[in-house]
């Protein structure tokens, strides 16, 4: 594998609570100049980012539901849309891990299967984002695979703390 199509599989990742709008340009600018399949960034940055990579093969995508996945359905089904209204053209969202340690396995599968099904019908690519990697949320989440795009765990995090991105 080449490094520009390893570059090609990557989110460069910006969800610092504090960034600033000309951080956020830079993250662009090097999503575009170093051909990252993506630049992930909150809502709230989508439209910059939209505005910025409009013609690059650069994907815009954003967290729905970060950090801890406890928003409402509805709350994250808003998310989406908005999201998908300001450019976005791919979602990660956070799973509702306090409803599956808490054993309540059908609810995070109604809520996942109908994100998806907004996010699919809004044209957007869809990634799950799921935290306490352990044997039985493992079985959990491959019986939510063929629902989104890919199930993926957060990195960059200290004990006990919701999902970080990277810092670019």
């Known amino acids: ?21 000309g951080e956020i340009c830079a ?3 090097e999503v575009a100049h170093s051909g990252f399949a ?4 909150y809502t709230t940055n989508v439209s910059i980012c939209s505005d910025i990579l409009y013609s690059s093969q650069a994907r815009v995508c954003t967290v729905i539901g970060f950090p ?17 209204e300001h450019g976005a053209n791919e979602v990660d969202i956070v799973m509702n891990y306090a409803a599956l340690r808490a054993s309540d ?13 907004v996010a699919r019908k809004s044209d957007l690519l869809t990634k799950i984002i799921v935290e306490n990697i ?17 199930v993926k765990t957060p990195i960059n ?5 919701g999902p970080k991105g990277l810092d670019s």
């Open 105 to 117: 396995k059908t609810i995070v599968t109604e809520e996942i299967v109908r994100l998806c099904e």
């Open 1 to 21: 594998m080449t490094p520009q199509e390893f570059a090609a599989t990557l989110d460069a990742t910006n969800l610092k609570l504090d960034a600033s709008d």
């Open 27 to 29: 993250l662009c600018d």
């Open 38 to 41: 993506s630049v992930c960034v």
């Open 134 to 150: 352990t044997p039985p949320f493992i079985h959990h989440c491959a019986t939510i695979k063929p629902v989104c795009r890919m």
């Open 157 to 161: 995090r200290q004990p006990n703390e």
């Open 68 to 84: 801890h996945g406890r928003s409402s359905l509805e709350a994250k089904r808003e998310e989406i849309v908005r999201a998908q």
